[in-house]
């Protein structure tokens, strides 16, 4: 029987047999999580933070690594200092992720500032697609929620191994989105551009796909997908960096200026500016940034991985 296709504007069956049973009790705690006050939320997430910053050794020694390469110029206990306040931002990002897919909103609304939307309607005028790049940090959830409310923006993710937590992640993402695109769906997402639609991408991780090329990234040579130089060469879209940061209890949501020139004939160039922007991203909120994951962990061919055990 051929494999039903899924609508980038429904999510999947959710599937109820007994070994998703453990899943299904995770997200059900998450549920009830993202109902709590949102003062609370960030004082356990903290707290939680704090005790992944314990257990989680293989991360912890990750996002380590990852900062002695991309902050060299900060001493080590500058560098300890930033990892545990990341890793209390990653226990706070949880309760922001559940809060977005289950919970309401309204308190970050009454809060939030928004600046460069007015950067958008030359583009619109001109009919044309909008790729919003932005980094994996943890209120990438949240504050795609709170830029829904004013864009008709449409996502792209990697699809999940569990069953459960694809749908879980599409249909809470689908209450603000307009759809979402799984990586494999390059095609509609191109027509989708081309169509003047919104899409939001976020191509800062080591992806192990045929079409990366190696752009610095903190001055670190990093594997980076092309996907956005291959999205606005197909598309002819424009590409507009999307800031998002906690400041507090409160957000700051901002549009870039669209990178000019965009695409060029150079792949490997259009990278490295799609890198750099990111790393502008980082530096203004650099503990929010998801650090444990192994971003330098393929490297160019005659140089080992940071992330190797030499004992």
């Known amino acids: 029987m051929p494999k039903a296709i899924e609508s980038p504007t429904s999510p999947p069956s959710p599937p109820l ?40 050794a293989d991360r912890r020694r990750a996002a380590r690594i990852n900062l002695a390469l991309c902050f060299p110029e900060k001493t080590p206990d500058e560098r300890e200092t930033l990892l545990r306040d990341s890793f209390r ?31 958008l309607d030359d583009i619109r005028a001109q009919g044309r697609g909008v790729l919003m ?28 191994r569990s069953p459960v937590m694809e749908w879980a992640v599409k249909r809470g993402r689908l209450r603000y989105a307009k759809a979402m695109f799984t990586n494999e769906e390059v095609r509609p997402a191109i027509r989708h551009l081309k169509q003047g639609g919104f899409l939001w991408y976020a191509p800062d991780q080591d992806m192990r796909g045929k079409d990366t090329v190696f752009a610095p990234f903190f001055g670190v040579a990093a594997a980076t ?10 598309s002819g879209s424009a590409v507009v960096p999307f800031f998002h940061r906690r400041e507090g209890g409160d957000y700051v949501l901002r549009i870039g200026a669209p990178l000019a020139d965009f695409p060029s004939a150079d792949a490997t160039v259009d990278s ?40």
């Open 89 to 119: 931002d990653l226990g706070i990002g949880l309760f922001e992720f559940s809060r977005a897919w289950w919970g309401s909103a309204a308190a970050m609304r009454r809060t939030v500032r928004i600046e460069g939307l007015e950067l």
């Open 272 to 311: 490295t500016r799609v890198n750099a922007a990111i790393e502008a991203m980082v530096r203004e909120a650099p503990s929010q940034y998801l650090w444990i994951h192994r971003r330098f962990k393929r490297r160019p061919p005659g140089m080992t991985s940071p992330y190797a055990r030499r004992d």
């Open 225 to 234: 997908i092309t996907a956005t130089h291959q999205f606005a060469r197909l």
């Open 17 to 56: 047999g007994p070994r998703h049973w453990p899943m299904w009790l995770a997200l059900a705690v998450m549920c009830l999580g993202a109902r709590l006050p949102w003062a609370l939320q960030r004082w356990l997430g903290r707290g939680i933070g704090a005790v992944a910053f314990l257990v989680a």
């Open 133 to 160: 790049v932005s980094g994996h940090f943890m209120t990438l959830e949240m504050c795609g929620r709170l830029m829904c409310d004013h864009l008709p923006l449409t996502g792209m993710y990697r699809r999940h």
